[in-house]
């Protein structure tokens, strides 16, 4: 939750610090795409029975996640993960020539969302894992510095308020840092970027699992990736808001729910108590 909280946060830190910068014409509206974009295929509900929306959109692509149509045709499976849903249109609105104008050899409309989509789904899934790992594994170990019961908190809500600042001030450092590499090769790769990447796992990056896919094979595994970011983004926020309303940790709630009543281990109970 603390990386999830912070990506937000971090950004705006160094926003002035875009501003100034105009090498191969990348600028600010880079950022704010990726905090500010719906996603491409998100759960946005709307009545299949609309044809279009106050965007003017025609939806004629049948839809492979739901009966009917929910798509209009600038979801013409090129991206992985396209099931031709996006009852909204938002795939139709010039994201490109809005935040990236001055720049002829940008990415499509399509692939800065996708793009946005990939960001706020990673970031997601760092949440969803904030949430389980502390109260089933345990945490981090304190000390004198930082005091012992530093990292003892376990609602992640209240981890925020209870970690040393110095702690919050490396993760924003270090969200800065992997942010400003991704707007560098958003600016350098330009209409030939693959949406998501930043250089992890590949052959002309960092990739020490030595990992090397087919065409096909990094399909599918774009495929998997962008499932489990759309996951993972409900599942956080269901996450937060369940956390935020019991104030209990992830373990609490379900240790509760799996934990039977003293008269039910008794054998011959199987009635509620006081009947």
Known sequence: ???YWVYYNSIFSYLQYFSSINSNKVNMKLIIATLLTASTAAFAPQSA???STSLNVDFNVESTALPGKFGPATLDGSLA??????PVGFSTAPFAKFFDAENEDSMTDIQWLREAELAHGRIAQLAVLGFIVPPVFGTLPGNDWT???AYSVTNPIEALGNVPEFAIFQIVVFLGWVELNRVQLIGEQGSSRIPGDIKLGTNDGWNPFNLDYSPEELRVKQTQEIKHCRLAMMGAFGLICQN?????DIAEQLGSAFTSPEYYAKAGYFLPEGI
């Not at 993960?81 to 996006?86: H, K, L, N, P, R």
């Not at 935020?244 to 209990?248: D, F, H, I, T």
């Open 1 to 3: 939750l603390t990386l």
């Open 49 to 51: 029975s609309r044809a």
């Open 81 to 86: 993960g396209d099931a031709g849903f996006d």
């Open 147 to 149: 005091g012992v019961d």
């Open 244 to 248: 935020a309303n019991s104030g209990k």
